[in-house]
């Protein structure tokens, strides 16, 4: 266990965050809710700038705050990295000297890369000497990135630091983000709104709404939820299934199959260009308002959603026990 | 002592004249002096003050904390007391029968009340809240977000004024240095108050334009005197804020 957050309340204006999760030792944690949920907010109390009207936070067995026993570890002391959306370089210095800020802070004790395997594995060799002003966004990000690992923290919170990356640019940074979570053994925590992101990077969600954490536990587990359905749009209902059962995809992490991109087959269908097909059996069809259906299917890789039309939800003559194919474009996940 | 007679500059001829000389010649011996004495008040009184005037003002930039009005009213008093008064509060305290001048003369043996020291003392405390302001400006417009991101990479309070606030602010600071400074050449009322009119120690640029208006054929000097104080401020305020726009596009993000 790495975090231990208990009964913990933060209050700002009048908007309150009542938190009570625990995450694993390693992995990647994402905190997950629409826009408002206090996820940042959350964040911000982790790293220690809001202080808990009550409640208690522990990291590695280390208490950081206690409200009742008026015990508080500040921000500096706490061991906690965090990458903010806005990346926040120091101006006054060039990238290297961003990156040395970080170096020269951390305990002695703790093993870390130093400034020039971290710039090679985010590709920013390139620039170490430039001032932070001529970077672009996605540049800035990787910086941010660096300079929280070379402080070597014992967890690295990250508040969509992607959030100006778009497209390609996107999926490699989140790429890299699973890969270091994994060669240095960095527990990470990271905000995101974007259901596709959270799938990708997620081995653990705590789910957030209105301030409240409404599921947390493993990927797998939490976002089949119904806890976890209703945080999303209507066009993002979807299911989260390994990455590794898609055709094409790399092991570790998931991937967001959204229902309104699978089709359903009530016969095993043959002659087809899609390369992702799965069999199963209708586990529950839910009428909507607008008279279409969700129809889960329960199958070898998970449980996979799927929004069909009210015609053909008489046409096939589903039911729930039945047996049908679900079908997947890859290039949708 | 004051009654002196206006001696004009020595003007030595253009051609074949050393420029070294040519400078030396545009003042008379007189005016150098007085010159020399200002630019020693101000300069004085600018870097003792300076490292208080950026504690003030790094308090002052400061969210909250108990006694901030307290603080902030002290640092602008100089602004809203005559200067007269100033200078009389100096005396009180800092005269050789005062509490601190006492003390100072006893165990130090330094004397302050019409010393060239004394001068650059209250030229200092009123040129404080100019160079306060200025200062706690430029603390207020650095972002919060990088002291969070300091903080998070493990940069404690001291550690994040002295590697951040300070790199930061300190265009800040040598522009409101600069100003105090062109300020300070021409603080009257509280300089000859606490530190008297004494030609070549306390005799500042506006104290000999005072005096030569006050001596008979006096205007003339009393002019070029003024023509002088005039550059010198002008210089101070363009430099000031050369520094603000160079320093504004080098941190510009």
Redesign the interface.
Do not use: I, K, T
């Given at each position: 266990m790495s975090l231990d957050v208990r009964q913990a309340v933060v209050k700002r204006g009048a908007f309150s965050l009542a938190a009570e999760f625990e995450t694993p030792g390693e992995g990647i944690t994402v905190v997950f809710g629409p826009s408002g949920a206090g996820k940042s907010m959350l964040l911000s109390t982790l790293a220690g700038f809001y202080r808990l009207e009550s409640g208690r936070i522990s990291l590695n067995g280390r208490l950081l705050e206690d409200a009742a026993a008026r015990e508080r570890v500040s921000s500096f002391q706490r061991g906690v990295g965090l990458v903010f959306q806005d990346a926040r370089l120091f101006p006054h210095l060039t990238v290297r000297g961003n990156l040395r800020y970080a170096e020269r802070r951390r305990p002695a004790a703790r093993a870390a890369p130093i400034v020039e395997e971290i710039a090679a594995q985010l590709d920013i060799s390139e620039f170490l000497d430039r001032p932070v002003r001529n970077l672009s966004g996605g540049e800035k990000s990787r910086v941010a990135l660096a300079r929280a690992m070379l402080s070597a923290p014992e967890i690295l919170l990250l508040d969509e630091p992607f959030a100006a990356l778009d497209g390609k640019r996107r999926r490699a940074f989140l790429a890299m983000l699973r890969d270091i979570s994994v060669k240095a053994k960095l527990p990470m925590m990271v905000v995101t709104h974007q259901i596709e992101d959270a799938a990708e990077l997620a081995d653990h969600v705590v789910a957030l709404k209105e301030g409240r954490v409404v599921a947390h536990g493993s990927a797998s587990a939490v976002m089949r939820r119904q806890e976890f359905v209703t945080l999303l749009d209507r066009r993002d209902i979807g299911a989260r299934i390994d990455a590794g059962a898609i055709a094409g995809g790399r092991p570790g992490g998931g991937v967001w199959v959204k229902a309104d991109n699978v089709i359903l087959a009530t016969e095993a269908p043959r002659g087809l260009s899609a390369r992702n097909l799965w069999e199963g059996h209708i586990a529950s069809i839910f009428r909507e308002p607008d008279g279409s259906a969700l129809v889960s299917l329960a199958t070898q890789v998970g449980y996979i959603s799927s929004r069909i039309t009210p015609e053909a939800l008489v046409d096939l003559h589903l039911e729930e026990g039945g047996k049908a194919w679900a079908v997947v474009k890859t290039h949708s996940v | 002592m004051w009654e002196r007679r206006y001696t004009p500059p020595q003007r030595t001829p253009l051609a074949g004249g050393a420029s070294r000389d040519m400078v030396r010649a545009m003042l008379s011996a007189e005016e150098w002096r007085i010159l020399a004495t200002s630019l020693g008040v101000a300069g004085r009184a600018v870097i003792f003050s300076l490292p208080i005037a950026i504690a003030f003002a790094y308090a002052l930039s400061r969210p909250r904390f108990p006694g901030k009005s307290v603080v902030d009213a002290i640092a602008h008093l100089p602004l809203v007391l005559p200067p007269v008064l100033v200078g009389f509060l100096l005396l009180l305290a800092f005269g050789r029968r005062g509490p601190i001048g006492s003390w100072l003369e006893s165990t130090f043996g330094v004397q302050l009340a019409f010393t060239a020291e004394g001068a650059a003392l209250a030229t200092a405390v009123m040129a404080f809240p100019l160079m306060v302001r200025a200062i706690r400006l430029s603390f207020e417009a650095a972002?919060p977000?990088?002291f969070?991101?300091?903080?998070?990479?493990?940069?404690?309070?001291w550690?994040r004024f002295v590697?951040?606030a300070l790199?930061?602010a300190w265009p800040g600071v040598l522009a409101g240095a600069v100003t105090a400074f062109a300020a300070g050449l021409g603080e009257f009322g509280a300089v000859i108050t606490f530190a008297s009119n004494v030609p070549g120690e306390t005799q500042t640029l506006p104290l000999a334009i005072y005096s030569a208006l006050q001596t008979p054929n006096g205007e003339a000097l009393a002019l070029r005197l003024a023509a002088i104080s005039m550059t010198a401020a002008v210089a101070g305020l363009v430099a000031a804020e050369l520094i603000q726009r160079w320093a504004r596009r080098?941190?510009?993000?």
């Open positions: - | 972002d977000g990088l969070e991101a300091a903080a998070v990479l493990r940069a404690g309070p550690d590697s951040l790199p930061l080098r941190l510009e993000a």
